[in-house]
C-alpha cells in the first residue's frame, strides 16, 4: 500500500519538490463534496409515506438497485420504469472490455443491481419477479405485484454493505454464521464453496497472483484500471463512478500528481504482496460456480453474490473481490480443478472476514441511468 510518508517522499524523489509538497498536504482537497455526496448516496430512503406517488416509489426502488456493486463500479446498467415494473438493461457503453472480455461481470452486476430492487420492493410492500429476456434488446424484467411488506435484514443491510479493499482480523468465524453466509449464496443454478481451511486459502492465494502477475504485465488492464480511478473527493463526487483511490487505503491527490503516483506505485510486487495480506488477514474465500456458461447463469450468480453480501453485512461481516484467477481464462480451469469443481464454471471469487469499514465508493444521479 501507498503509504503517506512514501507518497511525500516519492514527491520529493521524483522532482515535484515544494510543489509536490503542498499537493501532499492539501490531499483532502474535495473532501467536502465527497463527504456529501457518501450521505446522499448510502443511506435509507422514506419507504413509508402514504403519499408517495408511483413514479417516486419506482424512482426510489431504482437507487437502491444502484447501490450495487459493479465491476471497475463502472455501474454499467440503465434502468426502465413501467407501470407495475421496472426493466434493468445492459449499458455497453460502460462495459469493461480488457478485463471482462465476455461481459461475464457485466451481467454479474446486472444481478447484483436486480437482487437490491428485489430486497427494497419487499420493504416497500411488493413481490418483485424475474424474467431474463434476450434479443434484440436484452433486459431483466422486474415486474411488481402488491404483497405485505417486509423489511429483511439483507434489506436493511443495504446501505451499509461495501466492498472492502483493507486487512480483517483473521479470525475464523462460527459454523453459524458459515452455515448463514452458505444459504444466501445458493441460488438457482448456483452454489457457492466456502474455503476456510488455511492451506487451501494459500492455494487461492496462489492463483491470486498469477492472476494478478499477468494482469499487471499486460499494459491494456493497467490502462483501463487506471481510467477508472479517482484520484481524489472531488474527482469521485464529479463523476460519480469509478474507483475511489481513498476506498482502497491509499491517499488522495490532485489528478495530475495521482495519475503520477499511479505509473510509480501501481507495481507487480506491490500488489501481489497487498493481496497476500488480504487473503492471510481473512477468514475465509467464497467461490461462486455456475452450472451453465451463459448470461441468465451470470445474472443469478450476481443475485447470489449481492444476497451474501448483504447477509454478511448484517452480522458485520466484510467481503471483498479476489477475481484475477477467473478473470484470466488460462487459469481458470485449473482454478475450478484445485478447488474440486467437475463441471460449471468458477465466477466469482470473494474473501470475508471482520474488519474497518473503508471509504466509501459514489453513485451517479438516478437520471443519468434511466432509459
Known amino acids: 500500500m501507498l503509504t503517506r510518508r512514501k507518497f511525500i517522499a516519492s514527491a520529493v524523489a521524483t522532482g515535484l519538490g515544494a ?3 503542498l499537493a501532499s498536504y492539501s490531499l483532502s482537497r474535495g473532501g467536502s463534496e465527497y463527504e456529501q ?13 402514504s403519499d408517495t406517488s408511483a413514479s417516486a416509489a419506482l424512482r426510489e426502488l431504482v437507487r437502491y438497485a444502484t447501490l450495487a456493486p459493479s465491476s ?31 461481459d461475464h461481470h457485466l451481467f454479474v452486476s446486472l444481478g447484483c443491481a436486480a437482487e437490491n430492487l428485489v430486497q427494497a420492493a419487499s420493504a416497500m410492500g411488493f413481490r ?28 436493511e443491510a443495504i446501505p451499509r454493505r461495501q466492498s472492502t479493499r483493507g486487512e480483517f482480523d483473521a479470525k475464523p468465524l462460527s459454523s453459524g454464521e458459515l452455515k448463514l453466509l452458505e444459504k444466501a449464496g445458493s441460488g438457482n443454478g448456483v452454489r457457492v464453496h466456502l474455503l476456510t481451511d488455511k492451506l487451501a486459502m494459500e492455494s487461492v492465494l496462489d492463483f491470486v497472483v498469477q492472476g494478478n502477475t499477468a494482469q499487471m ?18 474527482e469521485a463526487a464529479r463523476y460519480g ?14 489528478g495530475w500528481l495521482g495519475d503520477l503516483m499511479f505509473d510509480l506505485f501501481f507495481t507487480e510486487k506491490a500488489e501481489n504482496d497487498k493481496y497476500a495480506r488480504h487473503v492471510r488477514s481473512s ?19 450476481g443475485r447470489a453474490f449481492q444476497r451474501f453480501a448483504l447477509q454478511a453485512t448484517a452480522i458485520d461481516v466484510r467481503t471483498a473481490h479476489l477475481n484475477q484467477p477467473v478473470e484470466v481464462a488460462s487459469l481458470r480451469p485449473e482454478f475450478a480443478k484445485s478447488i474440486g469443481m467437475s463441471v460449471g464454471r468458477p465466477d466469482l471469487v470473494i474473501r470475508f472476514g471482520r474488519g474497518p469499514e473503508m471509504p466509501r465508493s459514489l453513485r451517479r444521479p438516478i437520471e443519468t441511468v434511466l432509459a
Open 283 to 301: 477468514a475465509g474465500i467464497a467461490v461462486f460456480v455456475s452450472e451453465q456458461e451463459d448470461k441468465h447463469h451470470w445474472i443469478e450468480v
Open 128 to 155: 418483485g419477479e424475474t424474467v431474463f429476456k434476450t434479443g434484440a434488446t436484452e433486459s431483466l424484467d422486474i415486474s411488481l405485484e402488491p404483497a405485505t411488506a417486509v423489511r429483511t435484514p439483507l434489506f
Open 72 to 102: 471497475h463500479n463502472t455501474q454499467c446498467w440503465k434502468f426502465r420504469a413501467g407501470d407495475q415494473s421496472i426493466s434493468i438493461l445492459p449499458d455497453y457503453q460502460r462495459r469493461c472490455p480488457i478485463v471482462d472480455p465476455d
Open 19 to 21: 510543489t509536490g509538497l
Open 241 to 254: 463512478d469509478g474507483l475511489f483511490s481513498g476506498a482502497s487505503g491509499n491517499p488522495t491527490a490532485p
Open 217 to 234: 504485465r499486460d499494459p491494456a488492464f493497467v490502462r483501463e484500471l487506471k481510467d477508472w480511478v479517482r484520484f481524489n473527493g472531488g
Open 37 to 49: 455526496a457518501v450521505k446522499q448516496i448510502w443511506r435509507h430512503g422514506d419507504l413509508g409515506s
